[in-house]
């Protein structure tokens, strides 16, 4: 079962929203199927989530949704510079989340302010590879990363209480982080037989340490919070961010004339992953127990397996059924799901053998998870949803 070139080629990128994530702050999935293709290309693409997140305070009262739109793109170009050497260069959006609960009660909202969350990244990776022959491609690179946050609590799910006695609250603690740049580093190892459309490859990615420069203020930005720690004033604090490492393998081979089966496994080291601000970790204390502002209990796996199929010369199309397990339950209020199960359709347009149009959809059945705050549960999101949508342009020159 011989494929063509061209056919290989396009059918290696798949379903362009095969890269929508949803647990933890994972969103791209860290994909570098770009450099894997033959020859000189290029691509940009971009991916639009609308989750539907709603639940029940812990008094039983409706949480409207609180999750918003988002969207993020991606761009890669690859050259084969010689026989044996290809560059690459990669750029996503790796992690973020976007959420704002609506002013209804005052179980997430004060003083006509609802709990939001709003945190940015972006992520550049060069990429060097070897090919000893056709067979195997052997790549490395450095990987740039910015990260930058804005997040605010509002609301009596953020009271601390001990033995029905109230200590205080959170309510009214906001935090934002500068954009700062930190670097890691990825390692992988491809191996290929284009004759029957066979390709598998696994990709490491180094965690990236982040120390943010970091402004706190607490009651609704009146006091910032050096003050309230007697520091000088204009103390700046610096919190510390280590995105996680994580692990992609990647399948596909040829099943039947113009008929490719592939998958896609991840694991993301979500449980390490803890970001405590000092003025934060400071007031929580005195409190009663410090807290984390995000935190996960476990690791995340997720799966995605699919069939592409090729109708003609210029048409074809992909579906894939996905799977992932989130990062732990309960889980933080500024991102109540827990995994996801997904299906999603695409289809691509060749209208000459050196570019191709792809769009897809693909609808998630988000899991249904706990929100906590201080170890306290203090609502329940249920029967959720989401709905994705992706465009890419790929061009080889």
């Known amino acids: 079962m011989k494929l063509n070139k061209v056919y290989f080629a396009i059918l290696l990128s798949t379903l362009p929203l095969s890269a929508v994530q949803a647990a933890g702050l994972d969103r791209s999935g860290q994909s570098i199927s770009a450099f894997l293709q033959p020859g000189n290309y290029a691509e940009a693409g971009i991916s639009v989530l609308d989750p539907d997140v709603k639940g029940l305070d812990k008094n039983k ?8 739109d988002y969207y993020f793109v991606n761009a890669a170009i690859k050259v084969q510079a010689t026989d044996k050497i290809s560059l690459g260069l990669i750029y996503d959006q790796p992690f973020g989340a976007d959420a704002q609960y609506q002013v209804e009660n005052n179980a997430f ?19 060097i590879g070897y090919q000893p022959n056709e067979n195997w491609n052997f790549y490395a690179g450095p990987v740039w990363q ?34 700062k740049e930190a670097y890691g580093w990825l390692a992988g190892a491809a191996y290929q037989i284009p004759e029957i459309a066979l390709k598998a490859s696994i990709t490491y990615r180094s965690e990236v340490d982040h120390k943010a420069n970091t402004s706190e203020t607490f009651g609704f930005g009146t006091v910032q919070g050096s003050d309230a720690l007697g520091l000088p004033k204009g103390t700046t ?16 081979t040829g099943v039947a004339q113009n008929t490719l089966a592939f998958a896609n496994v991840r694991w993301v080291h979500w449980d390490n992953f803890v970001v405590t601000p000092y003025y934060l970790a400071t007031l929580t204390q005195a409190l009663g127990k410090k807290q984390n502002l995000i935190d996960y209990s476990d690791d995340q796996w997720s799966a995605n397996i699919g069939i592409g199929h090729k109708f003609n010369d210029k048409w074809s199309a992909t579906t894939a059924i996905g799977w992932d397990s989130g990062a732990g339950n309960p889980v933080t209020t500024l991102g109540p799901t827990e995994g996801y199960w997904s299906v999603g359709l695409g289809g691509q347009y060749s209208p000459a053998e050196n570019y191709f149009i792809q769009a897809g959809v693909k609808y998630f059945w988000l899991g249904d998870a706990q929100a906590q705050t201080g170890g306290e549960v203090k609502g329940s999101f249920e029967d959720n949803h989401a709905l994705g949508y992706g465009m890419k342009i790929g061009y080889r020159f």
């Open 61 to 68: 009262k409706t949480v409207s949704d609180m999750a918003g």
């Open 109 to 127: 909202s004060e003083n006509n302010q609802g709990t939001s969350v709003d945190v940015k990244t972006q992520n550049l990776t060069a990429l």
């Open 237 to 252: 604090f610096k919190t510390q961010a280590i995105t996680p490492q994580s692990v992609n393998i990647d399948f596909q």
């Open 146 to 179: 910015t990260v930058e946050a804005d997040i605010s609590l509002r609301g009596n799910a953020y009271a601390k209480e001990r033995d029905g006695v109230p200590l205080g609250t959170l309510s009214g603690y906001q935090i934002k982080v500068s954009e």
